[in-house]
């Protein structure tokens, strides 16, 4: 099987529907990553999901809503929740909440009694919700797992394009780095994952941020040691390049590769995981300029520690 591949617009829509309803596997563009969706309702599209993938069991996923209003259907929606979807729904924002009893297949928590929670900020919402879809989907980024995230169509097909049944191309994805995500307890908010809001953004609505338990089970994805990792060696904080590696630059005194020539964190964060694919290969070794920890930067940081972990 080859994964059909059709632009934006209401024909695909109109056919991710049918591939859904029939349990299949559909790869969307969001204003993160590209995601590979399946019904949320079904224990065996998750399961379909986990193989494409190749994902480990207990990492859990992300359940994305076509509308917030629905989130309250799902889990247990406290005040500080509800503040936070009204300032960042929809958009980058995961926000894991105690879950509730309903129509969602268990798979779609990992066994856990919380649920991950998202309304993206993408065209697909209106597209399927025209098409006549309505239900959850859920999402992880739509690569095998571990990989480098996709933030192109031609990057899905290049890790699932065998694996799974259609891929809609909507262009490049406008943050591309995937969304923050906080557990909330009550009045307390924990980040688990940096993302494509910044720390400060958050704060400013929140206040002071919990610490996640390092020991506990993985209450979110993105929290895996190592992630999101190219095959090539990868070196951070590198000012010049060694013997035989090639340099990706971060700022103006930098030739191309470059995150960003201007040195804007937002143009780095979208150019990231572009940037690791292009220069990807085996045989090839990979560094990177300093990133600031400031904003975005943080996220950034992230995903370039985890994708450096042991090499």
Not at 296 to 311: E, F, I, P, S
């Given at each position: 099987?080859?994964?059909?591949?059709?632009?934006?617009?209401?024909?695909?829509?109109?056919?991710?529907?049918?591939?859904?309803?029939?349990?299949?596997?559909?790869?969307?563009?969001?204003?993160?990553?590209?995601?590979?969706?399946?019904?949320?309702?079904?224990?065996?599209?998750?399961?379909?999901?986990?193989?494409?993938?190749?994902?480990?069991s207990n990492?859990?996923?992300?359940?994305?809503?076509?509308?917030?209003?629905?989130?309250?259907?799902?889990?247990?929606?406290?005040?500080?929740?509800?503040?936070?979807?009204?300032?960042?729904?929809?958009?980058?924002?995961?926000?894991?909440?105690?879950r509730r009893?309903?129509?969602?297949?268990?798979?779609?928590?990992?066994?856990?009694?919380?649920?991950a929670?998202?309304?993206?900020?993408a065209?697909?919402?209106?597209?399927?919700?025209?098409?006549?879809?309505?239900?959850?989907?859920?999402?992880?980024?739509?690569?095998?797992?571990?990989?480098?995230?996709?933030?192109?169509?031609?990057?899905?097909?290049?890790?699932?394009?065998?694996?799974?049944?259609?891929?809609?191309?909507?262009?490049?994805?406008?943050?591309?780095?995937?969304?923050?995500?906080?557990?909330?307890?009550?009045?307390?908010?924990?980040?688990?994952?940096?993302?494509?809001?910044?720390e400060?953004?958050?704060?400013?609505?929140?206040?002071?941020?919990?610490?996640?338990?390092?020991?506990?089970p993985?209450?979110?994805?993105?929290?895996?040691?190592?992630?999101?990792?190219?095959?090539?060696?990868?070196?951070?904080?590198?000012?010049?390049?060694?013997?035989?590696?090639?340099?990706?630059?971060?700022?103006?005194?930098?030739?191309?590769?470059?995150?960003?020539?201007?040195?804007?964190?937002?143009?780095?964060?979208?150019?990231?995981?572009?940037?690791?694919?292009?220069?990807?290969?085996?045989?090839?070794?990979?560094?990177?300029?300093?990133?600031?920890?400031?904003g975005?930067?943080?996220?950034?940081?992230?995903?370039?520690?985890?994708?450096?972990?042991?090499?």
């Open positions: 099987m080859t994964a059909l591949i059709m632009p934006d617009g209401p024909e695909a829509y109109l056919r991710a529907a049918e591939v859904l309803r029939a349990g299949g596997l559909v790869a969307l563009p969001t204003e993160t990553v590209y995601g590979l969706a399946g019904d949320a309702r079904s224990e065996a599209a998750i399961a379909a999901i986990y193989a494409a993938k190749g994902r480990p990492n859990p996923l992300i359940t994305h809503l076509l509308s917030p209003e629905s989130a309250a259907a799902y889990a247990d929606i406290s005040d500080l929740a509800t503040t936070l979807m009204v300032n960042f729904w929809p958009g980058p924002l995961t926000l894991v909440l105690p009893r309903s129509d969602l297949a268990e798979r779609a928590s990992a066994g856990l009694d919380t649920l929670l998202r309304c993206p900020d065209a697909w919402r209106q597209g399927l919700l025209a098409a006549g879809w309505t239900a959850p989907l859920v999402m992880p980024s739509a690569n095998l797992s571990g990989h480098v995230s996709p933030t192109e169509a031609s990057h899905v097909a290049a890790d699932l394009g065998e694996r799974i049944d259609l891929i809609i191309d909507g262009g490049p994805c406008r943050r591309g780095l995937e969304s923050t995500v906080l557990r909330i307890d009550h009045d307390q908010a924990t980040l688990l994952r940096h993302g494509a809001v910044a400060a953004e958050i704060v400013a609505v929140t206040g002071p941020l919990g610490q996640p338990n390092p020991d506990g993985l209450a979110s994805p993105g929290m895996l040691a190592r992630h999101y990792a190219p095959e090539a060696a990868l070196r951070l904080n590198a000012t010049q390049a060694r013997d035989g590696e090639i340099l990706i630059g971060f700022g103006p005194q930098y030739p191309a590769p470059n995150l960003s020539p201007s040195g804007n964190l937002a143009e780095a964060a979208r150019n990231l995981f572009k940037a690791l694919r292009e220069w990807d290969g085996a045989d090839r070794k990979l560094a990177v300029a300093p990133i600031p920890e400031d975005l930067g943080a996220a950034v940081n992230d995903r370039l520690r985890r994708a450096a972990l042991g090499r």
